[in-house]
């Protein structure tokens, strides 16, 4: 199996969102990445459930939702019944972490967590083999364009090497400055899910950016 791309709707133009997503299903793409910014993890508010609920009836595709907000685990159900697929909540603002990664099983849904740059994978290890997905933030989270954070590789690589020798099954997915230009470096480092936002939404042909971001580099998810 390749790599997996999710465009990041927080990049789309919302004037034509139903358009947006018409190309988004006509696409490659895999996944949907669906930011939930509250304006209190992070310094900006994005959109939340009921335009969760509006999309999912435009595709069957994969709705990957990306929660940057505080406390998270108040919300798993109601995200669950907008029609989100894997739920990912942030180390950092998740108090109980292994209750709510259970709490988001127990919905059916895939559990992912996500970690913002200045965090330790090594923080991971208690939850390894309960997870389905880690998110890397390679930017600071809460707003779209931002440079790709270069030390996000030595996190890869390290969190690919735990995965290995814990013998782990979960993804690794990287949010933040995605480009075509470092995608075979970011992949070669050990990712398997790349979140792409302007690199998509703002592209002249985002189908053909889409077709450029999911073209092979030889790197194959084996777990």
Request: proline share 3%.
């Amino acid at each position: 199996m390749t790599h997996l791309i999710a465009p990041s709707l927080l990049a789309a133009d919302f004037s034509i969102l139903s358009s947006e997503l018409a190309m988004f299903d006509s696409s490659k793409a895999d996944w949907l990445h669906l930011d939930v910014m509250d304006g209190r993890f992070v310094p900006n508010i994005s959109f939340g459930i009921p335009v969760i609920k509006s999309l999912r009836a435009l595709t069957r595709k994969v709705f990957d939702v990306h929660l940057m907000i505080e406390q998270p685990e108040n919300y798993i159900e109601a995200f669950k019944e907008a029609g989100a697929d894997v739920l990912t909540v942030h180390i950092e603002a998740s108090r109980h972490l292994h209750r709510t990664i259970q709490a988001i099983h127990q919905t059916g849904m895939k559990a992912g967590v996500a970690l913002n740059p200045h965090t330790s994978v090594d923080l991971l290890m208690d939850v390894i083999n309960d997870i389905d997905l880690v998110c890397l933030m390679s930017v600071n989270p809460g707003f779209g364009g931002q440079k790709f954070i270069t030390n996000t590789l030595r996190k890869i690589e390290r969190l690919a090497e735990m995965r290995k020798r814990t013998k782990s099954n979960f993804l690794i997915e990287i949010d933040g400055g995605v480009k075509l230009e470092n995608k075979c470096e970011i992949l070669q480092a050990g990712a398997d899910v790349l979140v792409a936002g302007s690199s998509v939404f703002k592209a002249e042909n985002p189908v053909l950016a889409i077709e450029q971001l999911k073209a092979s580099c030889n790197h194959t998810i084996t777990i």
